[in-house]
């Protein structure tokens, strides 16, 4: 079965602390990978699409990056606002079913 | 605020009981699909349709269904509850039919007694 594992589990950061956030997958023919932001109690919000291996997003603080078997969020200079769980997600081939990982909960104190 | 609507937020009720949660997707989208939140087992796909159409299927039980209506909003039943059915449900809406780029609603909590 297609396989999205994210690490670590949680992250505390101070501000100003650059990370990242690994999510590796085992799907073949990806359709694409996608990462979210989940606020406690809220619903997922959308946050980058990538296609294919050597792309890059960028928002603000995020940027995202993907390879042939993995995917960074990296966070740079985070600010406490910053703090949420971060969920990857991948679209296979199959379609229809856009398979999350269990996601980063990151944490940056002041 | 994402522009899809779920209702109720909140919901307490017995086991063996019956539940219907409500979904208005975002102005325009035509594609609906309904998640599960736990803290065990993470986002899990149940259930997309798109202009009213079931287009795909997740683990999603036999005791729920659902279905998306001519106006396009949807709503997701769930009977014969039980205790492990307590989650957060999460309806998400896409302009377009098979896409990872989602916008979710605040999400219906469920909690049974």
Redesign the interface.
Known sequence: EDQVTQSPEALRLQEGESSSLNCSYTVSGL????WYRQDP??????LF?LYSAGEEKEKERLKATLTKKESFLHITAPKPEDSATY?C???PPS?????????TQVVVTP | DSGVTQTPKHLITATGQRVTLRCSPRSGDLSVYWYQQSLDQGLQFLIHYYNGEERAKGNILERFSAQQFPDLHSELNLSSLELGDSALYFCASSGRDFTGELFFGEGSRLTVL
């Open positions: 359709r694409g990978l996608f109690g809220k619903g997922p919000e959308f699409t969920l997600a991948v679209l379609w229809g079913k856009l398979q999350f990982g269990a996601g």
